[in-house]
């Protein structure tokens, strides 16, 4: 899968290059177009056919291409994976990405951070194209040796496997969840790369709705 990015930073669209019979995994919501003869195959949560499930794009035999874009405005930013370095990601940011890009929920850096619980990141790992989506612009923070830095995890996006992270509260008087990252800071020590948005989408989406619902 290759991507190619456009309307961006503001009102970002990633269109998914396909090669003969390439699938590729995105949130169905996300699709806004594909080529003619891309099968879709909608995989519901939960049990639940809606548009919040998960689709599987296949191409047909002469390749096609998916059009996807974010709920709420913004960048659209494409990682490559080696194979060799994973990364941590943000539960919610991640838009599409092919069957050779896998999540990890088991991966041992996250029971340090979150325990047992299910964490508001995923590690992943693989080899291709992952699409991932801002909301407002995306900043790359590269650490070098020793450098420090603490991160809302409301504006984080992802951060490389190998970078030193810490998870601790902003006051024990502030309510905590690892779920969401309410009321939590990360402290982050170099080597390392953070990818980190300029918006803080929870507070972005419930503007807009209460917007929607004062008309």
């Given at each position: 899968?290759q991507?190619?990015?456009r309307?961006?930073?503001?009102?970002?669209?990633?269109?998914?290059?396909?090669?003969?019979?390439?699938?590729v995994?995105?949130?169905?919501t996300?699709?806004?177009?594909?080529?003619?003869?891309?099968?879709?195959?909608?995989?519901?949560?939960?049990?639940?056919?809606?548009?919040?499930a998960?689709a599987?794009?296949?191409?047909?035999?002469?390749?096609?291409?998916?059009?996807v874009a974010?709920?709420?405005?913004?960048?659209?930013y494409?990682?490559e994976?080696?194979?060799?370095?994973?990364?941590?990601?943000?539960r919610?940011?991640?838009?599409?990405?092919?069957?050779?890009?896998?999540?990890?929920?088991?991966?041992?850096?996250?029971?340090?951070l979150?325990?047992?619980?299910?964490g508001f990141?995923?590690?992943?790992?693989?080899?291709?194209?992952?699409a991932?989506s801002?909301?407002?612009?995306?900043?790359?923070?590269?650490l070098?040796?020793?450098?420090?830095?603490?991160?809302?995890?409301?504006?984080l996006?992802?951060?490389?496997?190998?970078?030193?992270?810490?998870?601790?509260?902003?006051?024990?008087?502030?309510?905590?969840?690892?779920r969401?990252?309410?009321?939590?800071?990360?402290?982050?020590?170099?080597?390392?790369?953070?990818?980190i948005?300029?918006?803080?989408a929870r507070?972005?989406?419930?503007?807009?709705?209460?917007?929607?619902?004062?008309?």
């Amino acid at each position: 899968m290759q991507v190619r990015t456009r309307h961006t930073p503001a009102f970002g669209v990633a269109r998914l290059l396909l090669a003969p019979g390439e699938a590729v995994q995105a949130d169905y919501t996300s699709m806004i177009a594909t080529s003619y003869g891309v099968v879709v195959d909608v995989r519901p949560r939960g049990g639940s056919r809606s548009r919040s499930a998960r689709a599987v794009f296949t191409a047909p035999a002469e390749g096609g291409w998916v059009d996807v874009a974010p709920a709420l405005p913004g960048d659209v930013y494409t990682m490559e994976l080696d194979g060799i370095n994973g990364w941590c990601v943000s539960r919610g940011c991640w838009l599409a990405a092919p069957a050779t890009v896998r999540t990890d929920p088991q991966w041992s850096g996250f029971r340090n951070l979150f325990g047992a619980d299910y964490g508001f990141a995923e590690h992943v790992s693989g080899v291709g194209a992952l699409a991932i989506s801002a909301c407002g612009s995306l900043d790359v923070v590269t650490l070098g040796q020793g450098e420090l830095i603490t991160v809302d995890p409301s504006y984080l996006l992802a951060y490389s496997e190998h970078i030193q992270a810490r998870l601790r509260a902003v006051s024990q008087s502030v309510h905590q969840s690892v779920r969401t990252g309410e009321g939590l800071l990360l402290d982050f020590a170099g080597p390392g790369q953070l990818l980190i948005q300029t918006r803080n989408a929870r507070a972005m989406a419930a503007m807009l709705h209460s917007s929607g619902a004062g008309r």
